[in-house]
């Protein structure tokens, strides 16, 4: 689960606005968090379900330091190595990179990569499919979870969906959750 910064929706009618964020703090949280219930999209944040935490990436989301903590300081700690700053950089700082390379929206963001250079969790357009590297194959996502799969050598190269600050914290080595679905 996630959101964009805060509430994007009218808690009245429950139906979104007409803007597609609230701040630069978009977040990938849990679902379950010491025993808060909460009422989706009532007066606080907008909540937001991915089918996964690469999915979460994808759209430009990090971990969350409340819920999240221990996998947004390593997320931070490989940050700091995959940008050579020194020091572990503030969730202000991440969302400042990320949300420029958001802003620019739909095919204009999109950069063409060559599949061969990319980090497990990428995630690609091929054909007006979407996939996700995993390993030696690239995962065919849909909402119920990842499909068939294909080498990720058959296909040379792909529209790329994961910001590039994210797929730089990914090659420097950040693993994220995957969906039960993405198996060997």
Request: one cysteine or more; charged letters at 25%.
């Amino acid at each position: 689960m996630g959101n964009r910064g805060g509430r994007i929706h009218d808690p009245s009618t429950r139906t979104l606005l007409n803007r597609k964020w609230a701040s630069k703090r978009w977040i990938c949280c849990v679902t379950s968090f010491k025993d808060r219930q909460r009422q989706v999209m009532g007066r606080g944040y907008t909540e937001m379900f991915f089918l996964d935490e690469v999915t979460a990436l994808a759209a430009g989301h990090r971990p969350c330091f409340e819920c999240r903590r221990g996998a947004a300081r390593a997320f931070a700690g490989i940050w700091q190595q995959a940008f050579d700053l020194a020091a572990p950089p503030m969730a202000d700082d991440m969302d400042h990179v990320l949300h420029q390379e958001r802003v620019v929206s739909g095919k204009a963001r999109r950069s063409v990569i060559e599949t061969a250079k990319l980090p497990d969790g990428a995630m690609i357009v091929v054909q007006e499919n979407i996939y996700a590297v995993h390993r030696r194959s690239l995962l065919r996502w849909t909402f119920d979870g990842y499909e068939e799969s294909s080498r990720r050598s058959l296909v040379q190269e792909a529209e790329l969906l994961t910001p590039p600050a994210i797929v730089a914290v990914l090659e420097a080595g950040y693993t994220p959750e995957w969906h039960s679905s993405a198996r060997d």
